[in-house]
């Protein structure tokens, strides 16, 4: 997969300066025509000022440094046909004067057109940067509408988020066992119901605190899941962030970051915190919305705080 795709950008990246050589080639050779007029018609007719149109072209097509190497060709063209068509007699003063006039026309005409390409690509970033934030925008509610208060019906789609958790380090080992999970199953379905139950606490000793579980579905799929606990026993008005897993192929999509959001709004009102490993994605998540370092627990988590 990994190698498709740079094969991919590589072709890419080979038409785009295929496709520059053709425009530096085709703009070379138009101005070569005029110029080869010009000459022919000697000083009947002057095609010089039809120059302008490569001059303009080159600022459009290849930006700066194209404006600049055409307004000094076709400067540089105007006057060899004024020297050698019409101004023969002609002292360097004059000369010099034609060369100024010609880089003047050219220059402007040349600004004019990396003016109006300026603004379109303005325009352009502006238009991505609407319809970037409309998806967004889109994203999120579609996310936030699919987090919903757990049922007992989800606690298998649970278990196995915690599995592949455990299995991809972010719980412990034994959360792969078979008789582990099966007591899981039992207590997160308690839990569920009762909306309480028994926890460590970080001091010592265990205590009964409410507990609440949130899933995110998507395509009528539990495709992550976080469990909320309270902190003590006097079941106080700290929530702690005990879990959360997401499903291998939806992270990245920003479902983690709009569990995170609806854990902080939803608890807005209460005293925050969270525990997880140092420099995990969580931790990224967490310290970008507010919560500090707090103290680490016996286990090694790093446990952070928002007030």
Avoid at 14 to 28: D, G, I, K, N, Q
């Amino acid at each position: 997969m990994l190698r498709t795709r740079k094969i991919r950008l590589r072709l890419r990246s080979l038409a785009r300066h295929a496709s520059v050589r053709l425009v530096w080639t085709f703009l070379l050779l138009l101005a070569a025509l005029i110029v080869l007029l010009d000459l022919d018609t000697g000083a009947t007719i002057s095609y010089s000022p039809f120059l302008v149109a490569p001059t303009a072209l080159a600022a459009w097509l290849l930006g700066r440094r194209g404006a600049l190497l055409f307004v000094a060709l076709s400067s540089a063209a105007r006057v060899y046909d004024y020297a050698t068509t019409r101004g023969q007699h002609d002292g360097p003063a004059l000369l010099l004067y034609e060369l100024a006039q010609s880089a003047a026309l050219y220059g402007l005409v040349a600004l004019l057109v990396l003016y109006l390409r300026g603004r379109r690509d303005a325009l352009l970033r502006h238009a991505r940067k609407v319809r970037d934030a409309a998806r967004r925008e889109r994203h999120r509610r579609r996310l936030d509408s699919a987090i919903r208060r757990a049922v007992p019906e989800d606690v298998a789609a649970i278990i196995g988020l915690t599995t592949s958790g455990g299995e991809s380090g972010g719980f412990d080992q034994s959360v792969t066992d078979g008789v582990r999970q099966a007591a899981l199953a039992a207590s997160f379905s308690a839990g569920i119901v009762d909306g309480a139950a028994l926890r460590d606490l970080w001091s010592g000793g265990t205590a009964t605190v409410p507990i609440e579980f949130w899933v995110c579905e998507i395509d009528a799929r539990v495709v992550a899941y976080m469990m909320i606990l309270g902190v003590d026993a006097q079941k106080g008005m700290q929530r702690e962030l005990h879990a959360m897993v997401v499903e291998d192929r939806h992270r990245g999509h920003g479902v983690g970051g709009m569990m995170v959001d609806f854990f902080c709004t939803h608890y807005k009102h209460r005293r925050l915190v969270a525990a997880c490993r140092d420099g995990s994605a969580m931790l990224r998540m967490l310290t970008r919305r507010g919560f500090a370092p707090l103290t680490r627990s016996d286990q090694g988590y790093l446990i952070l705080a928002r007030d």
